[in-house]
């Protein structure tokens, strides 16, 4: 029998079971395993995460966070520590870079969330926004008689959002009924060509509906449109000559982000809205967000990324550019997004005395007021809000504007009612009809602030409208019951100033200036703005029978597009032959493709050549649209 031998070395202490290392088997392959999934994660991650490789944005540690625990976790797996807690020392002992790693980004997120926080950096926060102090009459555009309405939207989101789903049914006639629905969180306020505009981009109702006209054996050609509504004349148009492949809406390298995050992998991407040349042709503005305070603190905007949103070609613009009077993209309305300038603004109203004053004593600290608009101010959408003291949100004590497009920033210094407060006030005025006021429209009305707003009913149908006086509060003005058009409301509303003790005289143009809405809209027939009368001869006619409905399809030889209509909007359509001499009156503006016609009848022979060109052109237009019917009140 062998001897029993005791080591007495270390005091007869036993050794501690976790410090033994116990490799598992194969434990140079499974190494190899936790690296290749570590590798694999990495790229899944990026894909759908789609992080800058930036150190100033919180995507970027919260990226390599994952990536470096898929290692750890991959590691307890392999070795079967899970099971087995011998394995335990071995697998610490494999993630311990790792871990150290992952500690080492932690610490520098909180350090960089604190050196960047308004403790330390209040008035650098304070100092991202510059504001000058402007003078009323001449920020906001002086409406002194009605044709001065001819830029103003009567209507806001929700209500040019009822409008704009209505014309989504224009799409049964291409066969594409129940496909779309609106993108309404990408829909952005702009002026176009003089008119004030809301336009929406489209998506596929679901994933099903975009997987069956794109994956299944077919070539994606995008989505054919977008919907603009004119604020002003309250006409919803489907615009069906461009097809948009790159949106936020789309999958795989059509999506949006996607699609810009391999070509600008460092850049923060800050807000996206849809746009439109003055050609109509859309575009995605992107923007380039820098931080300004600190690591990781104080977002400002860069430049913007133009993005072609039918080809998905892309180019750069900094904000210099952007901001140049006679710069190619001045069409371009919205490169800084409103809820970034309320946030700067609310940063100089609260830091500008420094973030102690801020808590105690709060001398001069303000805040923006609930809510935002925007107005028209020449060919710029600026961006308007109440301000109000931190310490009461009764009144206000100025009001807060900025161009969206150059940044440039005003206040205007007054006192009166709240925004809300007017909403309250109108919506006293009409509660037996139970009406809904919009987010009040600041108005200059021959030199006196006046809120304006929309009345409207739970369909978000426009209603009436009512005025009320910023600082005389007191003056709210509906129309009568009997009359509830623009008109009748101004006149309440001149009435009611000139009751005031002292009277205020309002000197506005009722007679000599008659209110036409823009683009020669005729206002007792808004249908007919966009009217073309085609006369031709018929070179090919088609049908087609959707969801019930027989269409047919005719093609004039002068015309490049086919018109198409229901046979129980035309019964006649049903008689004509390929020879006979038609006249159509379609809504559509178009040059290709298909157009709506509202009616289709026989004519006098087609026009010879030896006839006028004037004539001989008439109706021609440069743009494919559908409208979808409203009322204006």
């Known amino acids: 029998m062998e001897p029993i031998k005791v080591d007495f070395s270390e005091g007869g202490k036993k050794k501690s079971v976790r410090s033994v290392l116990i490799p598992p088997e194969k434990a140079g392959i499974k190494i190899v395993i936790n690296v290749i999934v570590m590798l694999l994660t990495a790229g899944i991650a990026y894909y759908f995460l789609l992080p800058p490789m930036n150190p100033h944005d919180y995507k970027f540690y919260i990226y390599w966070l994952i990536v470096l625990g898929s290692y750890v976790a991959s590691a307890f797996v392999t070795s079967g520590a899970f099971a087995k807690p011998e394995y335990v020392p071995y697998v610490k002992r494999r993630a311990r870079i790792p871990v150290i790693i992952a500690g080492v980004i932690v610490l520098v997120v909180a350090v960089g969330y604190l050196v960047s926080s308004p403790f330390f950096r209040a008035r650098s926060f304070a100092k991202i926004l510059s504001i000058d102090n402007g003078d009323f009459t001449n920020t906001v555009s002086l409406i002194d008689s009605m044709s001065d309405f001819n830029n103003v939207p009567l209507i806001d989101e929700t209500a040019a959002q009822a409008l704009a789903d209505k014309t989504l049914g224009d799409f049964a006639a291409l066969d594409l009924e ?185 001398s001069g600290v303000k805040k923006t007021s609930t809510g935002y608009s925007f107005l028209a101010i020449g060919d710029d959408v600026y961006l308007y809000t109440g301000v109000t003291s931190v310490t009461t949100d009764d009144s206000i004590l100025g009001f807060f504007f900025i161009n969206q497009r150059t940044k440039e920033a005003l206040f205007y210094p007054t006192t009166g009612a709240t925004e809300a407060a007017a909403q309250l006030s109108a919506q006293g005025k009409v509660q037996d009809m139970d009406w809904q006021a919009s987010f009040p429209i600041l108005l200059n009305i021959d030199g006196e602030a006046t809120y304006f707003t929309a009345l409207k009913d739970k369909s978000n149908i426009v209603k009436s409208y009512a005025m009320v006086n910023v600082e005389q509060y007191n003056v709210v003005a509906i129309p009568s ?153």
């Open 178 to 362: 129940s496909q779309f629905e609106l993108l309404t969180e990408d829909s952005t306020q702009i002026n176009f060509k003089g008119s004030p505009y809301r336009i929406y981009p489209l998506q596929y109702g679901d994933v099903f509906k975009w997987f069956l006209n794109s994956a299944v054996g077919k070539s994606y050609e995008g989505i054919p449109g977008y919907v603009r509504v004119n604020l002003n004349t309250q006409k919803a148009e489907l615009i069906t000559n461009y097809d948009i492949k790159y949106s936020t809406a789309e999958h795989f390298s059509e999506y949006l982000e996607r699609h810009l995050r391999f070509r600008y992998p460092t850049y923060i991407f800050g807000e996206i809205s849809f746009e439109i040349d003055e050609s109509g042709k859309p575009f995605w503005v992107v923007e380039h967000i820098k931080k300004t305070v600190g690591l990781l603190g104080g977002d400002d905007v860069q430049g913007i990324i133009l993005v072609d949103a039918e080809t998905g070609d892309s180019e750069y613009y900094t904000a210099d550019q952007i901001k140049a009077e006679n710069s190619e993209i001045a069409w371009i309305d919205q490169a800084y997004d409103a809820d970034l300038l309320i946030q700067q603004y609310n940063y100089y109203g609260t830091y500008n005395g420094g973030f102690w004053n801020s808590l105690i004593g709060q």
């Open 481 to 633: 019951n009997q009359n509830t058009d623009l008109r009748s409301c101004l006149e309440a509303y001149i009435k009611g100033m000139s009751q005031l003790n002292p009277p205020v005289v309002i000197d506005f143009a009722f007679d000599s200036d008659k209110y036409t809405a823009p683009e020669d809209t005729d206002p007792e027939n808004p249908d007919a703005s966009n009217e073309t009368t085609v006369t031709g001869t018929v070179t090919d006619i088609r049908s087609a029978v959707i969801g019930g409905t027989t269409y047919y399809y005719i093609e004039l030889n002068n015309s490049g597009l086919y018109y198409y209509v229901a046979a129980s909007v035309t019964n006649k359509v049903m008689l004509l032959n390929v020879g006979d001499t038609v006249t159509v009156i379609t809504a559509d503006k178009a040059e290709t493709g298909i157009a709506n016609a509202k009616s289709i009848d026989t004519a006098a022979p087609a026009q010879t050549p030896s006839e006028t060109p004037e004539e001989t052109t008439a109706g021609t237009e440069t743009e494919t649209t559908t409208e979808a019917e409203t009322t204006q009140p």
